[in-house]
């Protein structure tokens, strides 16, 4: 079982609309001449990263002090459904998956230079490895029917 307060919905809809929410998508995402906002990104750092709940994962994660207790649990448990209607453009399906992998690989460097005082992409392999185990990127994709 799943608790909702560990999946975030980002469902880019068959109008290439963007909506994001914990759970379901109840927010819009701003989109300005083809470009979504920074607080999808923003929005997607926050969940993954909250660390609400370690128990079990204490020798992994450090507790949030600052998390929201109806957020995410911890990086592990945390998971993004991106969800496109049938009509959907595949540019907009592809900003969007862009801005997903940002959001992991913006997390993925911070923990890098903090372990390994260098970027993500600039580790080896085992190291590499450490780091995707402490961000796994949780990633469920779905075609939704009209």
């Known amino acids: 079982d799943i608790?909702?307060?560990?999946?975030?919905v980002v469902l880019v809809s068959?109008?290439?609309k963007v909506l994001a929410g914990q759970g379901h998508p109840t927010d819009t995402v701003?989109?300005?001449?083809?470009?979504?906002?920074?607080?999808?990104k923003e929005d997607l750092i926050r969940f993954i990263d909250n660390r609400g709940d370690v128990t079990g994962f204490e020798e992994v994660y450090e507790?949030?002090?600052?998390?929201?207790?109806?957020?995410?649990?911890?990086?592990r448990k945390a998971i993004v459904s991106l969800q496109n209607q049938v009509n959907t453009s595949y540019g907009m399906y592809i900003k969007v998956q862009d801005i997903l992998t940002?959001?992991?690989n913006d997390l993925r460097d911070r923990e890098s230079k903090k372990r390994f005082g260098i970027k993500y992409n600039e580790l080896n392999e085992e190291?590499?490895?450490v780091i995707k185990n402490y961000y796994p990127m949780r990633v469920s994709e779905a075609e939704l029917r009209e």
């Open 63 to 75: 507790k949030n002090p600052n998390s929201d207790p109806y957020s995410s649990d911890n990086p």
């Open 30 to 40: 701003p989109i300005n001449n083809g470009v979504i906002d920074t607080s999808l």
């Open 127 to 129: 190291n590499k490895e």
């Open 3 to 8: 608790n909702k307060r560990n999946i975030f």
């Open 14 to 16: 068959n109008e290439d």
């Open 102 to 104: 940002e959001a992991y």
